[in-house]
């Protein structure tokens, strides 16, 4: 017996082809989902900074002052590379620009300590003439870790760095150095603590106040008082490679969202090892694989609504999940990085699905946390979970739960949180200096005529480029002239 199509009047009154009466909810916590992407548009309003000239020229005079600095630590004993190249990323380590390990790191709070936070990689070697797959010393190391032989350079290298390595000395009578991540870290800061001690002895107009500096397990953090800022620079000595390892060699023949937006040499232009060890591994010989060159490429195919997810999810997370140590924003942002993979392109350009991919990214740590599974992006083999206890696992999933249970809520919390990290800047600002601050390098003139060039061309750099990371050329005989290069643009 055949059935009849329902009339067009019976099929209206059944909401066909209609929008359906209620609002879109999230079926586990009720929430509507329009709600959320308000909330999560407010916090992007909040979270977001906007540079004025006169906060633009006080990016650049901390900045010109990190650049002089590093300068003198090269001329201190000549160890760094003459003509070094750093990389310069929005965010401090504890923001997850790197995979760092963040229990070893006193904890600054923005609008309590700082207004803005860097993390610059500073090379203390480089290996930049490869043109195959770079082969690293893996044998002694975890998944994601190595030790670096100074045997790969030339003896002049090996006379300057030898009181920074471990030796190792083999049946047949020879020696190998092994470049040490902590003994590294021991030394910059110490050469820091020298050059800054030297320049506060002779100050000069408009330098930056230096209010904080401390060795944070191997990364060195300044806090920089320059007008009515302050900024953190999380310093980070790192060895610097052209090319890819080989080690993460089966990752590029896979599919990835970014296929076809920016070409394979962008993403494998470099990488770098950064003072980390692996959780059974030995702290004085072990590096971390770093992958932040190619993670500033990628980020320019993400969609703004995904990132705006992502910024606010990580703000739930750093509060909630700070106790005991366990998860970092950079497992959110491996999460993120496979979430692109997994789904379809189209899918994560839409502008108002901020909600739902706020929903997911939660679901997605979740699941990584009952699972205790977290695989490294570049290398999928690498776990970064696998070392955590079933019991942190399980307190940090239940600690989940409950932001999924009611993540209105939650926004709402990380919302009054930014704004009130915003309040003391403000006041700050209202208490501090109001005249103009001139460059460090300025030679005494008159401090109320800026180089309105100079701040209106850093606000046009901050603004074209929001959340990019830049690369700086520096040659530290004449510390005077940056180069900044976003992407292949310089300036």
Known sequence: MKMAAPTASKAASLGCNNKPAFPELDFRSGARVEEL?????EFTKHDQREYDDQRALEIHTAKDFIFSMLGMVQKLDQKLPVANEYLLLSGGVREGVVDLDLDELNVYARGTDYDMDFTLLVPALKLHDRNQPVTLDMRHSALCHSWLSLR?????????????????????????????????????????????SEIQKKPQRGMPKVEKVEKNGTIISIILGVGSSRM???????????????????????????????????????FYLVPACSYKGKKDNEWRLSFARSEVQLKKCISSSLMQAYQACK????????????????????????ACDRLPANYLAQEDYAAHFLLGLIDDLQHCLVNKMCPNYFIPQCNMLEHLSEETVMLHARKLSSVRSDPAEHLRTAIEHVKAANRLTLELQRRGSTTTIPSPQSDGGDPNQPDDRLAKKLQQLVTENPGKSISVFINPDDVTRPHFRIDDKFF
């Open 37 to 41: 992407n308000k909330l999560i548009q």
């Open 152 to 196: 790969l350079f030339d003896e002049g290298t090996i006379s300057k760095w030898k009181d920074c390595c471990t030796i190792v000395d083999h049946i047949n009578g020879a020696t190998n150095y092994f470049f040490s991540p902590t003994k590294v870290a021991d030394w910059f800061y110490d050469s820091i603590s020298i050059v800054l």
């Open 232 to 270: 953190l620079y999380d310093i980070v000595p790192v060895v610097s490679f052209k090319g890819w390892p080989a080690v993460a060699q089966s990752w590029l023949m896979e599919n990835h969202f970014w296929d076809g937006k920016i070409t394979e040499e962008e993403v494998i232009s470099g």
């Open 315 to 338: 703000a739930i997370i750093i509060k909630l999940l700070s106790r005991p140590k366990a998860i970092s924003p950079y497992h959110l942002r491996s999460m993120m990085l496979w």
